[in-house]
Structures are given as structure tokens and as C-alpha cells.
């Protein structure tokens, strides 16, 4: 294989990882407030579950309030009937008395029901506390598995930054000066393999003599339609004849 053609191949390879790695390094602040989101939406469960109970809470005490301001009127019916004098003014007592009563067993049995809706909301709260603790559990997880990640694609990436440049230092200039060409054109893809007489990028057919030439790999050929610099891949004889080699 012809040597600048080889060593672009090997720089194509590199500057392909590096894009993904850097694309990567370029989606890690989405990635954190996608952490960030799955957080916030599990406190907003756990505090609308505490406000609901506290909501709760706070309507059974106004209840408990109308109840003693009902019972304090009982007291005070039972105690102005002690005092009356005619029949007709006992049984007008009687009735505030009842209907106080009657008023005082509505509120009981609002506290009730207020006491069994708090058992649920305690209950709801608290699994909402325990689902708000298991997110940030797995957002930490996920937060150090990002950290761990960022940094093996630095690391990665300073070291496809050293290979390249050796490489850069290995291409003749003007094969190098053409490879920068199209690959700022072609979004970074200087390179591409021709298979079956088509180039495997802009999958445009070549005309046969190209591509015999492109075959022999011993220059550097461009893709009519796409201009990337094309190179071919023998196939292995064993895979071409369709025989499987013993392991």
C-alpha cells in the first residue's frame, strides 16, 4: 500500500474517534442537567406528598376548632337549661342542644376521616422521601460514572492528539494539505473505503478504471462525486472462498 495513503487512513481512524469523543465531551453538560431534571422531579413529588399532608393537618386542626366552639356552645346551652323557667323555653333549649350535638358528631367524624386520609398522605410521603433518596443514590452513581467517563475521553484524546501529530509529521505536505481540504468540506471524513466499485461514503458508483486503480492502493485516488480519498480492502482469501479457518 502506498505509504501517505496508509498513514491517512491511520489519521482518518483518529480523527473520527477524536470527533466522537469530543461529541461526547460537548454532551456532558445536557447529561448533568438531565441529572440535575430527574432530581428536582423526585423533590417535587416528595414535597407536593408533604404538602398534601400538611394541608391535611391543617384542615383537621380548623375541624378541632369548630368542635370546641361547638362544645363550648353545648356547655353553655346545658347550662342556660338549668335555669329556664317555662316548658316551651326547655324544649327551644333542647333543640340547640341537639342540633349542637348533631354538629359536634359531623366534626368528629371530618377529624375521622382527616385522620384516615393523614394515615394514607404519611404513608405517600414517605415513599416519596424514599424514592427521593434512591434517585440521588443512582444520580450520584451516574454523575461518577460521567466524571470517570470524561476523564478516560481526555485521556483519550490527548493521546489521539500525540498519534496525530506524529503522523502529521510522517505525510508529505502536499498529500497532508489535500487531506485537510476535504475533510473540512466533508464534516471531517477525508477518507473512505470503495467496495464493489462504490464509494462507501457518498455511495456514488466509480467509473471501473478508478477503481481497478483505487484496488491496487498505490496512489492517491479521489472520489469523482464526493472528492474523499479512496482506498481499498482486500478480502481475506478464506472469507472470499467462504471457508471457515479452524480455531
Given at each position: 500500500?502506498?505509504?501517505?495513503?496508509?498513514?491517512?487512513?491511520?489519521?482518518?481512524?483518529?480523527?473520527?474517534?477524536?470527533?466522537?469523543?469530543?461529541?461526547?465531551?460537548?454532551?456532558?453538560?445536557?447529561?448533568?442537567?438531565?441529572?440535575?431534571?430527574?432530581?428536582?422531579?423526585?423533590?417535587?413529588?416528595?414535597?407536593?406528598?408533604?404538602?398534601?399532608?400538611?394541608?391535611?393537618?391543617g384542615a383537621r386542626?380548623?375541624?378541632?376548632k369548630d368542635v370546641?366552639?361547638?362544645?363550648?356552645?353545648?356547655?353553655?346551652?346545658?347550662?342556660?337549661?338549668?335555669?329556664?323557667?317555662?316548658?316551651?323555653?326547655?324544649?327551644?333549649?333542647?333543640?340547640?342542644?341537639?342540633?349542637?350535638?348533631?354538629?359536634?358528631?359531623?366534626?368528629?367524624?371530618?377529624?375521622?376521616?382527616?385522620?384516615?386520609?393523614?394515615?394514607?398522605?404519611?404513608?405517600?410521603?414517605?415513599?416519596?422521601?424514599?424514592?427521593?433518596?434512591?434517585?440521588?443514590?443512582?444520580?450520584?452513581?451516574?454523575?461518577?460514572?460521567?466524571?470517570?467517563?470524561?476523564?478516560?475521553?481526555?485521556?483519550?484524546?490527548?493521546?489521539?492528539?500525540?498519534?496525530?501529530?506524529?503522523?502529521?509529521?510522517?505525510?508529505?505536505?502536499?498529500?497532508?494539505?489535500l487531506f485537510e481540504?476535504?475533510?473540512?468540506?466533508?464534516?471531517?471524513?477525508?477518507?473512505?473505503?470503495?467496495?464493489?466499485?462504490?464509494?462507501?461514503?457518498?455511495?456514488?458508483?466509480?467509473?471501473?478504471?478508478?477503481?481497478?486503480?483505487?484496488?491496487?492502493?498505490?496512489?492517491?485516488?479521489?472520489?469523482?462525486?464526493?472528492?474523499?480519498?479512496?482506498?481499498?480492502?482486500?478480502?481475506?482469501?478464506?472469507?472470499?472462498?467462504?471457508?471457515?479457518?479452524?480455531?
Open positions: 500500500m502506498h505509504a501517505d495513503l496508509e498513514r491517512l487512513i491511520a489519521l482518518q481512524r483518529l480523527d473520527s474517534a477524536a470527533s466522537v469523543g469530543q461529541r461526547r465531551l460537548a454532551e456532558a453538560p445536557e447529561r448533568e442537567t438531565a441529572f440535575e431534571a430527574r432530581l428536582e422531579a423526585a423533590r417535587q413529588l416528595s414535597a407536593a406528598a408533604k404538602e398534601r399532608l400538611t394541608a391535611n393537618q386542626r380548623d375541624v378541632e370546641a366552639v361547638q362544645q363550648g356552645r353545648l356547655s353553655k346551652f346545658r347550662d342556660q337549661l338549668m335555669a329556664v323557667k317555662t316548658n316551651v323555653e326547655y324544649q327551644a333549649m333542647q333543640k340547640e342542644i341537639e342540633f349542637a350535638q348533631g354538629e359536634v358528631k359531623k366534626l368528629e367524624d371530618a377529624i375521622l376521616e382527616r385522620m384516615l386520609e393523614a394515615d394514607d398522605l404519611t404513608a405517600a410521603a414517605r415513599k416519596a422521601d424514599a424514592g427521593l433518596a434512591t434517585e440521588q443514590k443512582a444520580v450520584d452513581a451516574d454523575r461518577t460514572a460521567l466524571a470517570g467517563e470524561l476523564a478516560a475521553l481526555k485521556a483519550s484524546l490527548d493521546r489521539i492528539t500525540r498519534e496525530r501529530a506524529e503522523l502529521v509529521a510522517s505525510v508529505g505536505q502536499q498529500v497532508l494539505a481540504l476535504v475533510s473540512k468540506r466533508r464534516n471531517g471524513v477525508a477518507v473512505a473505503e470503495a467496495r464493489d466499485g462504490i464509494c462507501t461514503i457518498c455511495h456514488v458508483r466509480l467509473r471501473p478504471q478508478v477503481f481497478n486503480t483505487v484496488r491496487r492502493n498505490e496512489q492517491i485516488v479521489q472520489c469523482d462525486s464526493c472528492n474523499r480519498i479512496l482506498y481499498f480492502t482486500p478480502v481475506a482469501p478464506a472469507a472470499a472462498d467462504g471457508v471457515t479457518q479452524p480455531t
